[in-house]
């Protein structure tokens, strides 16, 4: 058996009226060879049915966590640890009850970028597990160690773990991987920057060498590989599992069944002939990049259009002109859809957008940005009322908006490096501030609104604002390919945004929008335009759902040429 030598790193705190525990953490030496930069986190979960770094929620069972920020660790420097550094979901650590825990120190790594607009950030790097910090590839962290807690008595932790490194897909007949590396990425980062996709390729691919291809983005969170896909039967051996949150069991089946389908019908002579893409553009901030160009980010939105997507075109013959591609998806991936559609008008032919995030800021989420001075409170007279974040199709209240914007400052602290939903719309709405992070859109503590960031969010980002404003220039080129679906209970009020849009594109006159929105009855996050089938069975049909509405589109504009061969309208 191996001794490795541990460096202390000791967490002093101050307290002024009760005496405040220590807690020592004990780092491998040979964990510590690049560790300088970071954020150091202490969790503490009720029982053991999750590791408490994978128990942090919205939900009212949420894993609790402190986090505090360090800069230029020594081998073997001892940290100071201030327990009354902001907590989740307990603000001070005082008020954490008395009882048994589970306890976790983690560590995500943060490395320095000297970025092309003169601004030097520390911030955690993608490995290529989708930026999900606790996965990273190389952060570290102890194991979870039961513990009577009593906010008096010492506590030793021990750091000896750390993630491995991702595993990559490998090729297969049908699905091939790309991992490119983007100039301009590149060079707004400082230093190499990658995109990847996924990509699924039509049957007979090999053996019709001159036959070339619309193209189809499935635009999402960062896939590990190609999704829905299965060559193979369903495993009769699989254990049926339970699906919390659409309340069925047996979905793991159901899943595998949709995925070996959707291959039936992808061989089968009569089926459509396209491309599919799944793009992967994590970055320091998020799993996706939300596929613009962001002042915080960098020019994604360029470099997917315009480096990543001729790149595969060209690789998997791809028709390669705007008229032939087609964009979709849910959620942020809705968001992305008709982003992409409204900033590169004419590089896409349409776009399907689900369930999308906020596309008009006056109904972001449940805040009006330009109009309300706070995000978490309404404020009266005589009272003041949360604002509420997260409901179920009855529209019973899970969580507060003030408390999801807590869970990741506790987890990131103030310069939006939690790696979570509110942190990247901050990241890619916002202009740079001074110390080279985003300019926060409101106080992470209180939920005070900066107005003049709202300002540049509307300007840049808000999408309906965008289309009103521009309609006189992008009428013509957004005629007939914007269809928005969501349902009317969105969990996180989304079809709010949808509504407000909705009332402009249908007052257009010059030209008509052309286009539909769609609303489910009742429907959760996220619904994707199927009155008829549950939601989910609907979210695993995204590559073929929209294929009627987007063959009627390429009969009505492709070129004379294009073989339509397998686009024949459904009668």
């Not at 929620?57 to 327990?83: H, K």
């Not at 995109?195 to 699924?200: C, D, K, M």
């Not at 052309?514 to 008829?532: S, T």
Request: with cysteine; net charge negative; aromatic share 16%.
């Amino acid at each position: 058996m191996r001794y490795f030598p541990i460096f202390i790193i000791i967490i002093f705190i101050s307290c002024q009226s009760n005496p405040i525990p220590e807690v020592r953490v004990t780092v491998s030496e040979e964990l510590t060879n690049d560790l300088k930069d970071g954020r150091l986190l202490l969790l503490f979960h009720h029982n053991d049915k999750a590791e408490p770094r994978f128990a942090v929620s919205d939900d009212i069972n949420s894993a609790q966590v402190i986090g505090m920020d360090f800069e230029d660790y020594q081998s073997g420097q001892a940290l100071s640890f201030n327990l009354n550094e902001f907590g989740y979901p307990i603000e001070n650590y005082q008020n954490i009850p008395e009882g048994e825990y589970w306890v976790q120190a983690y560590i995500v790594k943060h490395e320095i970028f000297n970025r092309s607009d003169g601004h030097t950030i520390k911030m955690p790097m993608d490995q290529w597990e989708g930026r999900q910090w606790n996965r990273t590839p190389g952060n570290i962290y102890s194991k979870p160690q039961k513990i009577k807690w009593d906010g008096k008595t010492a506590l030793d932790l021990i750091i000896d773990q750390v993630n491995p490194p991702v595993t990559e897909p490998e090729d297969t007949e049908f699905i091939k991987h790309v991992k490119f590396k983007s100039e301009m990425l590149s060079e707004f980062w400082g230093r190499d920057i990658y995109l990847g996709a996924h990509v699924l390729i039509p049957r007979d691919f090999d053996s019709n060498p001159n036959e070339y291809y619309p193209l189809m983005i499935y635009h999402g969170h960062f896939p590990s590989d190609f999704d829905g896909f299965r060559t193979t039967p369903p495993d009769e051996d699989l254990e049926e599992d339970y699906s919390a949150r659409f309340n069925i069991y047996g979905y793991n089946k159901i899943q595998q069944q949709e995925a070996y389908d959707f291959y039936k019908k992808w061989i089968s002579p009569d089926f459509q002939k396209f491309i599919v893409i799944e793009v992967q553009h994590a970055n320091p901030f998020y799993d996706d990049s939300y596929a613009v160009n962001s002042q915080n980010i960098g020019p994604y939105g360029d470099a997917i259009t315009y480096e990543l997507i001729p790149h595969i075109e060209k690789q998997f013959r791809g028709i390669g002109e705007g008229w032939s591609r087609f964009v979709y998806g849910g959620s942020t991936g809705g968001w992305e859809a008709l982003a992409v559609q409204v900033m590169y008008p004419n590089e896409y032919n349409g776009c399907f957008a689900a369930c999308p995030d906020p596309i008009d800021f006056r109904a972001f989420t449940t805040v009006n940005i330009y109009e309300e001075e706070n995000a978490y409170f309404l404020k009266g007279t005589f009272r003041t009322t949360d604002r509420v974040g997260k409901r179920d199709y009855l529209g019973h209240v899970s969580a507060m908006l003030k408390d999801m914007n807590h869970k990741e400052l506790a987890l990131g602290g103030t310069k939006s490096r939690s790696g979570d939903q509110w942190d990247i719309w901050q990241s890619v709405y916002s202009p740079v501030g001074e110390d080279g992070y985003p300019k926060p859109i409101w106080d992470r503590y209180s939920g005070k609104i900066d107005k003049e960031v709202a300002k540049h969010w509307q300007e840049n980002f808000d999408l309906r604002y965008i289309m009103e404003r521009d309609w006189s220039k992008l009428g013509k080129d957004l005629e007939g390919k914007i269809h928005i679906y969501c349902g009317d209970m969105d969990n996180y009020y989304l079809n709010n945004a949808v509504y407000l849009t909705e009332d402009f594109l249908e007052s257009t006159t010059d030209p008509y929008y052309g286009g539909e929105v769609l609303y489910g009855d009742r429907a959760e996050h996220c619904w994707n335009g199927d009155p008829d089938l549950p939601n989910y069975i609907t979210r695993l049909r995204y590559n073929t759902m929209y294929l009627d509405k987007i063959g009627k589109r390429l009969n009505a504009t492709a070129p004379s040429n294009f073989n339509m061969k397998t686009w024949v309208l459904s009668k």
